[in-house]
Structure formats: structure tokens, C-alpha cells
């Protein structure tokens, strides 16, 4: 079955720093992927996602990077704020599953230092 | 929280009783879910609906049933709970054609 983890269960970094979360993927056929931000006591929050056609897309001071030869993925937050502290994860949903079931990694705990 | 409210958001139940969460959405989006949030493990998807009276299980389904009879109620019920379903659970939503989800702000449920 699908397996979505994460190389870092922590990150620590320093307001003003650039913060890379990374997720690594076991199914070569997923297509879509998705980085969720989850405060202290609230549901996940949507930040950007990416389809498998696609290396790279923006957002407001977030990139999200896809390496398919290496099943990798990662979450770029740039000029990372107190305000990011918080758990991110990753989905993944399979081309050959059901179109709306997606596959959670167990998240990193982004910190960031004032 | 996208238009997701979920009821109870906090409750504390004896071993073998009945609990139902309740999840609503004001976005008329025709996917409901319901997962469950436990420490080191990713959320584990427990059912899903895609319509009124349509549903499914999801990987963790065993204890757990779901009904939904309006497109804005997505009902989860233990029939009969255990302390192993002591967990957090949220509930999420998809419009047609979008693999999005938008989750509620989840149900901290404790079973004694």
C-alpha cells in the first residue's frame, strides 16, 4: 500500500531563516500532491499543491518542489515567521485509486525561534 | 475552517456507550469525510460519503458507522465505544472535481 513519510519528525529554525519540510512517497503512481499546515488544536489548514505534470509551484512565500524520479517532495517557506510554527504534512492520492481518497504523512513539527 | 462545523467539539464517554459526531457544511460540496487523528500515525480516513445516502469505507472503518441523509450532515456514530477510538476527529469536505479537502476544527473525543 501507499507509505507517505517524512525524513525530519522536527525542525527548528530562526524567524527571517528559509524553512524546507521534505515528504518522501512510495507509489509511483500518485498524482497529486497536497502540504497541509496544522496549528496547536485546529484542523488542517490547505497550503499549496502540485500535480504530477508539474516540477515546481509558488505560492505567497511557500514553493513546493516534486522529484518524481525520486518520489520526493518538499515544502519551501521563505522568511519562515512565528507565525509558521505549526505541524506539516503531506497527502497523496493515487492515479488508480478512488479520485478523492488521499494518503497522510505523519507530519514535522516546524519551530521557529524568535 | 471552510465553512465546517463539527459538534461536539469536546466529549468525554464511558467504554461501551454510544457517541455520534456530528459534521455540517455550509458549502453544499458534494464530499464528506471523516478521519481520525492518533499521535504518530497520519490521518486515517474512517468513511466517506459522495452524496446523500452514498458512502464508503475508508481504511479504518471497524467501530464506526456514517450516514448522511442531507448534503450539509455527515453523521459518524460508535455504536459501542472503546478507549482504543479515544482520538481527535476531524471531518473534511471536497467540491466535485477537486481533490482538495478542507477539514473542520475536529471533535476531541476521550473514552473512559
Known amino acids: 500500500g501507499e507509505s507517505v513519510g517524512l525524513h525530519l519528525p522536527t525542525l527548528s529554525v530562526q524567524e527571517g531563516d528559509n524553512s524546507i519540510i521534505n515528504c518522501a512517497y512510495s507509489n509511483s503512481a500518485s498524482d497529486y500532491f497536497i502540504w497541509y499546515k496544522q496549528e496547536s488544536g485546529k484542523g488542517p489548514q490547505f497550503i499549496i499543491d502540485i500535480r504530477s505534470n508539474m516540477d515546481k509551484r509558488q505560492g505567497q512565500r511557500v514553493t513546493v518542489l516534486l522529484n518524481k524520479t525520486v518520489k520526493h517532495l518538499s515544502l519551501q517557506i521563505a522568511a519562515t515567521q512565528p507565525g509558521d510554527s505549526a505541524v506539516y504534512f503531506c497527502a497523496v492520492r493515487n492515479s488508480g485509486g478512488s479520485n478523492y481518497k488521499l494518503t497522510f504523512g505523519k507530519g514535522t513539527l516546524l519551530t521557529v525561534n524568535p | 475552517d471552510a465553512g465546517i462545523t463539527q459538534s461536539p467539539r469536546h466529549k468525554v464517554t464511558e467504554t461501551g456507550t454510544p457517541v455520534t459526531l456530528r459534521c455540517h457544511q455550509t458549502?453544499?460540496?458534494?464530499?464528506m469525510y471523516w478521519y481520525r487523528q492518533d499521535p504518530g500515525h497520519g490521518l486515517r480516513l474512517i468513511h466517506y460519503?459522495?452524496?446523500?445516502?452514498?458512502?464508503d469505507k475508508g481504511e479504518v472503518s471497524d467501530g464506526y458507522s456514517v450516514s448522511r441523509s442531507k448534503t450539509e450532515d455527515f453523521l459518524l456514530t460508535l455504536e459501542s465505544a472503546t478507549s482504543s477510538q479515544t482520538s481527535v476527529y476531524f471531518c473534511?469536505?471536497?467540491?466535485?472535481?477537486?481533490?482538495?479537502?478542507?477539514f473542520g476544527p475536529g471533535t476531541r473525543l476521550t473514552v473512559l
Open positions: 460519503s459522495y452524496g446523500v445516502k452514498d458512502t
Open positions: 458549502e453544499n460540496h458534494r464530499y
Open positions: 473534511a469536505i471536497s467540491p466535485r472535481d477537486s481533490e482538495k479537502q478542507f
